[in-house]
């Protein structure tokens, strides 16, 4: 059979592989080329960390698709352990290395799709270089890891950055019994979440034993004796271990399309349009080393996220083959998981916005994720951003044990869909009390903003009262908690006036200040809010209680 196209495409794993197994449904005649420097094409790169700790049981499990299945299925030949080392555009061509024989060739393309990915940021610290000092990008990288871990059973390991794979190989490294030091430069862990939403999880790391710095940069690494290294960091500490591993973020590799004059970001992501084409018609790039538009913000943004890969793979695919498609940004909707919790987020963050000028306004909750009177119920605490005046979704972070995976998907559907929090308030999903309940933790969330944004409530945060508080201008703060509850965490200073008491004690309340109330988590406060308000006294509801303040601590 004639092919009707040459597609080249440099880099496999989610963009790449995605983008071939499309084009092959999309055109039976083309002739398609994967080109991958690493020996696996297809694998599971978000699954390394559980391969480390043994949750994932063998190597195979994580490969997706072999060569040959590429060959069997779709007749898409797969070159493993090929290097593309330049483009010629004028001739449409690419110089690609075998780096198992060394041999070179010019292969010429009719269309070219970059998907080289992003490469773990190495950044030029004395003894980066040293055989003990990880990073973690595919199966090659697993594998020297692997062998690492078999030699230093119960031993100790330094992993530094806090972020997705930061925490994921905290948290496989434990499960293999290593006593682990995790420093984050940064004052929080997880930096693109808003840091009070990281609280449970800085928590849980302490309650495992693991020593956690923040605010801990690093300056370098030595060979230590035994074939351990030694961490130096900012604060003139030393921790010496079996091993270091590098998570402290990706770059784009964009080497190869910057050496070819093809245009690079202001973020250093390969620039592409809508339809994931280059400043070369020819040329199309996906997966993480480009950059995109910010769903919400329209900024651009770099978002090495599995999902999106797989999306533009599949676009630029269609769009080779003639259709009409777009690309519409990403929202960068996100889990991870640490031991017991999970975090989750979709859209802009608060300091996101902030960075931005964006106006918005926001709410916590903090609601069961199933029917409370069904056993084993597990508190989510919810934030979500909105639009202060038409209500507008802008981002949603979630924590908690179970159902958090439920609610963000459900929030980065109506993110996408433009939703609105009144949106929200009339959602109907699934209800049976071992799943959810009547009123689910998105309309709870919806609710709350809805009642901001219609006025019947004044919301205050806690960032606002510990800002005052720290110019001792402590707002006028009513806890409206019963007795019991009070006695497990009392905010100093605070008058106490249980709901059940309160329309008998109007007159111990000021009319001429403004009253801060708050309880648990929000929903009691709002109801005394609600009864101050039409009794005329000037009055805040501290959203999400005294909950989001511990988490705000």
Request: charged share 25%.
């Amino acid at each position: 059979m004639m092919s009707s196209k040459r597609v080249l495409i440099v880099g496999g794993v989610a963009g790449g592989a995605s983008c071939a197994a499309r084009l092959r449904r999309m055109d039976e005649r083309a002739e398609i080329v994967i080109f991958e420097r690493s020996g696996d094409v297809s694998f599971a790169n978000c699954g390394l960390p559980y391969y480390l700790g043994k949750v994932i049981a063998e190597r195979k499990q994580l490969l997706l698709a072999t060569p040959e299945r590429f060959r069997d299925l779709f007749r898409v030949e797969v070159r493993t352990r090929h290097e593309a080392l330049a483009i010629d555009r004028v001739n449409k061509s690419v110089r690609v290395k075998n780096l198992q024989t060394a041999a070179e060739s010019d292969e010429p393309y009719d269309f070219l799709v970059l998907a080289p990915g992003a490469a773990p940021l190495r950044p030029p610290l004395p003894g980066i270089d040293l055989p003990d000092v990880f990073t973690l990008r595919n199966l090659d990288d697993a594998d020297f890891l692997a062998i690492k871990l078999s030699r230093c059973e119960g031993g100790r390991a330094v992993v530094v950055g806090g972020g997705f794979i930061g925490l994921e190989m905290v948290e496989n490294l434990v499960h293999r019994g290593m006593k682990v030091t995790l420093l984050e430069k940064l004052g929080q862990i997880m930096p693109p979440a808003d840091a009070e939403m990281t609280a449970p999880l800085v928590e849980e790391l302490r309650r495992r034993g693991v020593d956690l710095h923040l605010n801990c940069g690093v300056t370098g690494f030595e060979q230590g004796a035994n074939e351990t290294v030694a961490v130096g960091t900012e604060k003139g500490q030393r921790f010496t271990a079996d091993m270091a591993i590098l998570a402290i973020g990706v770059r784009p590799d964009v080497k190869l399309a910057k050496d070819a004059g093809l245009e690079i970001g202001t973020l250093g992501g390969i620039r592409v349009d809508e339809r994931m084409r280059t400043n070369d018609p020819a040329i199309y790039a996906v997966g993480d080393a480009v950059e995109v538009v910010d769903f919400v913000t329209g900024r651009p943004a770099l978002v090495p996220l599995a999902g999106p890969a797989n999306r533009q793979g599949r676009l630029a695919a269609d769009a080779i083959c003639g259709r009409e498609v777009r690309f519409r940004g990403s929202q960068g909707t996100s889990i991870v998981r640490l031991f017991d919790w999970s975090l989750a987020a979709t859209g802009a963050s608060e300091k996101t916005l902030r960075r931005c000028g964006i106006p918005f306004e926001k709410s916590y909750t903090h609601s069961l994720h199933h029917a409370g009177y069904y056993p084993g119920a597990a508190r989510i605490s919810m934030k979500i951003l909105f639009d202060p005046t038409t209500g507008r979704l802008l981002g949603a972070q979630a924590v908690g044990k179970l159902g958090v995976d439920k609610r963000i998907d459900v929030l980065a559907a109506a993110i996408q869909m433009g939703g609105t929090v009144f949106d929200l308030e009339e959602t109907e999903l699934c209800y049976a009390p071992q799943f959810g309940s009547a009123k689910d933790p998105v309309n709870i969330a919806g609710f709350v903003a809805g009642n901001i944004l219609r006025g019947d409530v004044a919301p205050a945060d806690w960032s606002q009262w510990n800002a005052l508080a720290a110019k001792g201008e402590t707002p006028f703060t009513l806890d409206v908690r019963p007795p019991a509850a009070v006695a497990a965490d009392a905010i100093p200073g605070t008058v106490r006036i249980p709901l059940a008491e309160l329309r008998g004690r109007l007159g111990e309340l000021p009319r001429d200040r403004e009253i801060w109330v708050h309880c648990v988590v929000g929903q009691t406060s709002y109801n005394a809010a609600r009864l101050l308000a039409q009794h005329g006294f000037k009055v805040r509801n501290l959203s999400g209680g005294i909950t989001t303040c511990r988490m705000e601590r």
